[in-house]
């Protein structure tokens, strides 16, 4: 016997008594001696839904969702959270520096932007956490007393130090500096910049300059 009797269910043995759902509702119960009634499934995903039948075969858009347990609590995780969001890489093929001057480089082609943070010559991430730089520069000169490439943060020197690199490599004539480095960004005003200083005698060329970054993974702060 199925205890269903008409349009209502019979729970054997229980004395409760409860009235058949419609499609798409769940069996709920108040608690002992309530009549067990059939109500809207309640909003999120079922089991049926994160059974992994489907196979993504490429990689997660920013916006896909990650089913983990927190602490026993089913959450959704935004794939842009465990990511190196905010990369980006931007060249300068042809760049004249005065000398004796700390020049910011403007003019710069993008050659990847996939959050579109950067602009002409400044990267604005809009998420806070810590990024990754590296930046650097060529002249067909080996004759400079001094020739750096600075990351700046928001227009001046980094927190921890200039981090400039000074004749480090003379190749083919070709003098070339290069430098990295990581540093925290609050994601809405900090920004950063690539500054050029040479000591030639006169303006020089630069060919090329190149600017890239991305988000590191972890904690904000």
């Not at 001696?33 to 992994?52: H, L, Q």
């Not at 020739?147 to 200039?162: D, Q, R, S, V």
């Amino acid at each position: 016997m199925s205890g269903i009797v008409g349009s209502r269910l019979n729970n054997r043995g229980s004395g409760l008594v409860g009235s058949l759902g419609t499609d798409g509702q769940v069996l709920t119960s108040s608690g002992a001696g309530t009549s067990a009634v059939y109500e809207a499934a309640a909003g999120g995903m079922s089991v049926s839904d994160i059974t992994g039948a489907t196979a993504l075969t490429t990689e997660p858009e920013l916006a896909d969702e990650i089913v983990l347990s927190d602490a026993g609590t089913l959450k959704r995780l935004d794939y842009q959270h465990i990511t190196n969001v905010g990369k980006f890489a931007a060249y300068d093929n042809q760049f004249i520096i005065e000398h004796a001057t700390n020049t910011a480089v403007d003019g710069f082609s993008e050659a990847l932007d996939i959050e579109g943070w950067f602009s002409s010559n400044t990267y604005t991430p809009q998420e806070p956490g810590y990024y990754f730089f590296n930046a650097g520069a060529k002249t067909a000169s080996s004759a400079m007393n001094r020739f750096t490439c600075n990351i700046y943060l928001n227009g001046g020197a980094l927190p921890l130090g200039n981090y400039s690199a000074e004749n480090s490599t003379t190749q083919y004539g070709y003098q070339t500096v290069d430098v990295s480095n990581w540093f925290y960004m609050n994601g809405s005003t900090d920004y950063a910049t690539v500054v050029i200083y040479q000591t030639y005698g006169a303006t020089t060329t630069l060919y090329p300059i190149y600017f890239r970054g991305f988000k590191l993974l972890g904690h904000e702060t």
